[in-house]
């Protein structure tokens, strides 16, 4: 955006020009997205149903009537009016009891005078307008402002895409998990063949508020994929399931970094674990030196070990936010199973889970 004599914030506001020199000195700002096809006048905050009119040099060119919103659009056309694609031209503003009207000056040229009744606010300077300029006058105040953008211009809310959102989240995703040491411990020593799958899909559901923009605190439930190991050995097999569920409660420090959040957090996790070994005997037959059979039959052996207590986990990731109120996260982490048997069988867990995780985040309050 090309402005003489004005200057606004990165948000759109303008600083009052009053405040200002009223020189003709050039400050360029780019702002806004889109092309207009002709010169447009927006305004906004008008009483409603007042009349809207735009003046070009001494020409009326264009009117409206303000909505129920107090907005109203009228446009003007340069190369019609003035057989121009742009001009340098002041813009004054005058408020009457039934009519608010635009005028658009060029340099060099005396503006009209008001009519009677009516107060003129001089917008201060010289504005570059173009075949693309939208210029937006704003009633709202205790007096008239003008943003000039070289663009369309939207007057619908704009869209958060903050990523340092704070309050009350859900979120719930699925990804990969890992277990350590699963396999290695169900095959042992003495197995002639044995193998494990101790990797697969898992998911897990949460909550966390955030305080700041930078601290929080989390609680969530994993459910890593099941285990499994299967084996066998000198007239034996077997297969064993190890299967977990994990509740967490930790604290979370963040950076935003635009609609994205960078975070980290660590704390304490607290398992249940199951873990079922099926063990089958083969039937064994024998034949003594004198000819005499003996079979000893097979069987199958059962044995559960139920494992509960607490460990450590940490990890981190990134959230990136898709509204005000909905995110698309990605995390990793590392945690510990570490507890004794429930039923004081002889037996305890001592394992590591990585974990992959991606999934959706919905902010309630």
């Not at 210029?135 to 105040?141: A, E, P, R, S, Y």
Request: some cysteine; hydrophobic content about 40%; overall charge positive.
């Amino acid at each position: 955006m090309i402005i003489k004599g004005h200057v606004f914030t990165p948000e759109g506001r303008m600083i009052d020009s009053r405040r200002l020199p009223t020189l003709a000195a050039a400050i360029s700002l780019t702002l806004g997205v889109g092309v207009a096809r002709a010169q447009t006048v927006l305004v906004r905050n008008a009483p409603p149903d007042s009349k809207i009119e735009v003046v070009l040099n001494t020409a009326p060119v264009g009117e409206t009537r303000a909505g129920a919103a107090g907005i109203g659009l009228v446009d003007v056309n340069l190369q019609k009016n003035v057989n121009k694609e742009e001009t340098d031209a002041q813009v004054f503003v005058d408020v009457c009891p039934e009519v608010r009207r635009v005028v658009l000056v060029e340099r060099a040229l005396t503006p009209p005078s008001p009519d009677a009744g009516c107060s003129r606010r001089d917008m201060g300077g010289i504005f570059l307008v173009k075949r693309v300029s939208t210029l937006v006058i704003d009633f709202g105040g205790t007096s008239p402002t003008l943003l000039l953008r070289q663009g369309k211009v939207s007057l619908a809310p704009p869209r958060s895409w903050d990523g340092g959102r704070t309050g009350f989240m859900l979120f719930g995703g699925g990804g990969f998990t890992d277990l350590a040491n699963m396999a290695a411990i169900a095959c042992g020593t003495g197995t002639t063949q044995c193998s494990g799958k101790e990797s697969g899909l898992g998911f897990n559901v949460g909550a966390e508020y955030w305080l700041t923009p930078i601290i929080a605190a989390e609680g969530t439930f994993l459910k890593p994929k099941k285990a499994t190991a299967t084996g066998s050995g000198d007239r034996y097999h077997f297969d064993n399931e190890f299967e977990s569920f994990v509740g967490t409660a930790a604290g979370k420090i963040g950076i935003p970094a635009g609609r994205s959040r960078i975070y980290g957090h660590v704390g304490a996790t607290y398992h249940q674990v199951t873990f079922d070994t099926n063990e089958t005997l083969d039937e064994l037959t024998t034949t003594t030196a004198d000819g005499v059979t003996t079979t000893v039959p097979g069987g199958v052996q059962k044995y559960r070990l139920e494992t509960r207590g607490w460990g450590w986990f940490f990890g981190g990731g990134l959230e990136v936010w898709l509204s005000g109120s909905s995110a698309l996260y990605a995390e990793v982490g590392r945690l510990s199973l570490k507890g004794s048997a429930v039923k004081k069988e002889d037996g305890k867990t001592d394992e590591r889970v990585t974990t992959l995780i991606v999934g959706v985040k919905a902010r309630l309050f």
